[in-house]
């Protein structure tokens, strides 16, 4: 079984910068497909950033483009994600989300990895507070 946990969160001002980190353990030697997700007060979840099995092709929600960054860690089973640039309305609560490899990756496109289905593994989230 595939356990994903988060870290990183915590509060920030308007401006200020935030890195958040994600770990995929139980299956060893895999590559994972690793995305953010978040979801604020009162909102469904949304989309924020997504990095391809490879670790390479990141894709961005346009309202974190040019702002946050998501890269791979130490191991294709880890990913970060650099928040700059805060606004009060990133305030959320911050998921990883974790696909591994396999023999039916190769029918996700990226706009399938925008989205929940792409992912068969979630951390239970990491709250980000930015105020004003």
């Known amino acids: 079984q595939v356990h994903v946990e988060e870290s990183g969160g915590g509060a920030a001002q308007a401006g200020g910068s935030l890195r958040l980190s994600c770990v995929a353990t139980g299956r060893p030697n895999t590559n994972f497909a690793m995305g953010w997700f978040r979801q604020a007060a009162g909102k469904e979840r949304e989309f924020v950033a997504t990095l391809s099995w490879s670790g390479d092709s990141p894709y961005y929600a346009d309202s974190v483009k040019g702002r946050f960054t998501i890269s791979r860690g130490n191991g294709q089973n880890t990913a970060h994600l650099q928040m700059n640039n805060l606004q009060p309305e990133d305030t959320a609560v911050y998921y990883c989300?974790?696909?591994?490899?396999?023999?039916?990756?190769?029918?996700?496109?990226?706009?399938?990895?925008?989205?929940?289905?792409?992912?068969?593994?979630w951390g239970t989230g990491t709250l980000v507070t930015v105020s004003s």
């Open positions: 989300a974790a696909d591994p490899f396999d023999r039916h990756s190769g029918l996700k496109t990226i706009m399938s990895m925008t989205t929940a289905f792409g992912y068969d593994y």
